[in-house]
């Protein structure tokens, strides 16, 4: 059956782009930098705050467990994102419409996990060149899949803000007040 050009995406549809879009401008970032940068090749771009810098990154996250054999680096970054995309992708479709900021930051970190994951499949690492920097002080290199995935992890945790409730609003139970109960002398 023929998709009807008129018809508008649905929401799961527009998540799913988002993610595309994340995987897509991730991996073209990392292409322009291998293209024009050698490992270790440093280009600024804000003096003193900001330079592309091409790491090759066989570690996780900011190169934790780079040191590992082989074997288990190859098992535990492709083994575990694989799962963890798979799970995202159940989250993200049966997440309720309404969850607008949740499922933006679920298509966010997905997109994202996909991108480094792509790279760790094709090349064996991640591409990492984005670093920020103050004298000689650095933040870990890091990718736009990185920053989309913080930006997603950062709208979950927003969310997750918005709809706490405080303690003191809760309600008790009918039943309790009925029965003359005054949790408040408790």
């Known amino acids: 059956m023929a998709a009807d050009p008129g018809r508008t995406p649905t929401p ?11 995987l897509s401008a991730d991996q073209a970032s ?6 024009r940068l050698h490992p270790g090749e440093i280009q600024p771009v804000v003096n003193g705050w900001f330079q592309l810098r091409f790491i090759v ?18 098992t ?3 083994g575990v994102p694989v799962v963890a995309c798979v799970g995202l992708l159940f989250f993200l479709l049966r997440t309720p ?4 900021a949740l499922r933006a930051g679920l298509a966010l970190i997905l997109g994202g996990a ?8 094709r090349l064996g690492h991640v591409v990492d060149f984005l670093d920020v920097f103050w004298r000689d002080h650095h933040w870990p290199a890091f990718n736009l899949a990185d920053a989309s995935i913080c930006v997603g992890v950062g709208l979950i945790l927003l969310d997750s803000l918005r709809r706490r409730e ?10 309790s007040v009925a029965d003359g109960e005054h949790p408040e002398r408790s």
């Open 12 to 22: 799961a549809a527009w998540l799913l782009l988002l993610s595309a879009a994340v």
């Open 30 to 35: 990392k292409l322009l930098v291998t293209q």
């Open 57 to 74: 990154n066989r570690g996780g996250l900011f190169g934790v467990f780079r040191d590992l054999p082989e074997l288990w680096r190859t």
């Open 76 to 78: 535990l970054f492709t």
């Open 97 to 100: 419409a309404g969850e607008r």
């Open 114 to 121: 996909l991108g480094n994951l792509l790279d760790r499949l």
């Open 166 to 175: 405080p303690a003191a609003h809760a309600t008790l139970p009918a039943a």
